[in-house]
């Protein structure tokens, strides 16, 4: 008995130790080959809760696009989960991202089998999606020109920036503005013409949108510190100084903040900016700024994500220096841990549920749904609107306050609800499921339902009579009544 416990205690610790020394990260960079290799070395250690896999299209060179999926359920969408990524070195000379993304996938592997508590419970509510490298040919390009060049590499093989590369969606959606055409999410069907050529890996990234329900993602850049929200584009064409406001704006800024807050030094406003005097006043404002007044871009993915899909995206600008040298990467890990982490769980503010036919309780996809802030007698409507996925399910990031929410669909009765919103940390989203009464065939007039549920949703001088938070209980309940008749 005692030879037993013995050698079981042996092998339990041979076994930690094999985990412990599989999984050892080298602080390098790592070329083509070997970021794949260690994508495979940590599938291999967490082969339950990851899985590798690679777009739809390879890059103009013919390299592979790779991502690793962490998840409980690792290749399929899961009702009330959202799905969350991080793309790294859209511009190849900017490489910080990807060897943090290989680290990032090392220590939530490292985490799960170590039993970490947040690790496991951020990996059991959320897909999470990394991808190390968009661009791998303008990373060789980058580093075998010695990596110190401004702007060797940053294009792909093509020699064209994949960050201008995206459909701009962002000229549609001034245009509906301008034009009073109340049509502001989901624009992709709207393109008419493309300003360049899609390159492959713009068209790859772009399917992967179109394919998975996103709710938040990131990208990763170099070459500044701070971290930028929508709109990437101005409205008026100015190249600088215009701030282009999103209609998620107050949204759009506590994620930035999310991340720059939990960076070392980003929102430090007593460290040096990166050389010019934009630069030196990110820190000044928290360590986020607005894309467009920091200078104008078009066709950037950014911007793409919030306007053809549900995914709110920033950019993350994570140094001065684009190809720093080996011996900072440790210390440049530490610096941006937490804040990696910590913009992951924002995946998880605001509401989420299911859409479903309240007769047959199949759900609904494709339902938009609609918000309004009601917070302290505001009556704003917030003009971008998100639909159900594939599965009836729908989430909706929102900071703090009283919202009515208000879901249509063509074939339904349009249903709101009044909610209150807290964001606890470290918890799901408050779940708000609605169901949807279907429109008897004999009544069915789609014309003038249409009309009927966009003026409701647009007309801003419209106030329920339940706007104090004391009778929003009261307005659920009548609403659930309508609904079961």
Not at 135 to 147: F, K, L, R, S, Y
Not at 168 to 185: A, G, P, Q, T, V
Not at 198 to 208: D, G, S, Y
Not at 211 to 216: D, M, N, R, T
Request: aromatic content about 10%; charged content about 20%; hydrophobic content about 35%.
């Amino acid at each position: 008995m005692v030879f037993y416990a013995k050698s079981t205690s042996f092998i339990a610790l041979f076994v930690i130790f094999l985990v412990r020394e599989t999984l050892q990260f080298e602080y390098r960079h790592h070329n083509n080959q070997e970021l794949i290799e260690t994508l495979e070395e940590v599938h291999q250690r967490c082969p339950n809760v990851t899985r590798i896999y690679e777009l739809s299209e390879r890059s103009v060179r013919g390299v592979p696009l790779w991502f690793i999926e962490f998840a409980t359920m690792p290749g399929h969408h899961q009702r009330l989960k959202p799905e969350f990524k991080y793309i790294a070195n859209m511009h190849g000379n900017e490489v910080l991202g990807r060897e943090l993304i290989l680290r990032l996938a090392v220590y939530l592997c490292e985490a799960y089998l170590n039993g970490d508590r947040e690790i496991q419970s951020l990996i059991s509510m959320t897909r999470m999606h990394l991808m190390p490298s968009m661009n791998p040919d303008g990373w060789q390009v980058a580093t075998d020109t010695g990596g110190r060049d401004y702007l060797i590499g940053r294009p792909n093989n093509n020699s064209i920036d994949l960050n201008r590369n995206f459909p701009d969606l962002d000229r549609i959606m001034f245009s509906n503005e301008m034009n009073h055409i109340h049509h502001n999410h989901h624009l992709l069907q709207d393109v008419s013409s493309l300003r360049q050529p899609l390159q492959p890996e713009t068209k790859a990234v772009i399917r992967l949108i179109m394919a998975i329900p996103f709710v938040l993602s990131a990208n990763l850049h170099g070459g500044d510190l701070v971290a930028n929200y929508p709109f990437d584009e101005s409205r008026s064409g100015a190249q600088q100084d215009e701030y282009s406001i999103a209609p998620d704006d107050e949204t759009f800024r506590h994620l930035a903040l999310s991340y720059s807050l939990y960076h070392a030094d980003m929102a430090n406003p007593k460290r040096k900016g990166c050389g010019d005097s934009r630069s030196d006043q990110f820190a000044k404002q928290g360590g986020i700024t607005n894309g467009a007044q920091w200078y104008n871009l078009q066709g950037g993915m950014q911007d793409f994500n919030y306007l053809s899909s549900n995914d709110f995206e920033i950019t993350l600008e994570l140094g001065c220096e684009k190809y720093p040298p080996n011996h900072v990467l440790m210390q440049e890990w530490k610096r941006n841990k937490n804040a990696l982490i910590n913009f992951i769980w924002q995946s998880h503010i605001g509401l989420k549920g299911m859409v479903y036919n309240i007769k047959t309780k199949e759900p609904i996809s494709n339902a938009i749904v609609h918000v309004r802030n009601i917070t302290n007698g505001l009556h704003r409507d917030i003009k971008h609107d998100v639909t159900s996925v594939h599965e009836g399910d729908y989430y909706r990031l929102l900071t703090p306050g009283q919202y009515k929410v208000t879901v249509t669909h063509e074939n339904f009765y349009p249903r709101s609800k009044i909610v209150v919103v807290k964001n606890l940390p470290y918890t799901e989203a408050l779940r708000v499921d609605f169901g949807l009464r279907p429109v008897p065939h004999s009544d069915f007039k789609l014309s003038h339902i249409l009309t009927d549920i966009k003026e409701y949703l647009v007309n801003s001088d419209y106030k329920s009579p339940y706007d104090d938070p004391r009778y929003w209980k009261v307005w659920n309940d009548e609403q659930d009544q309508i609904a079961t008749e």
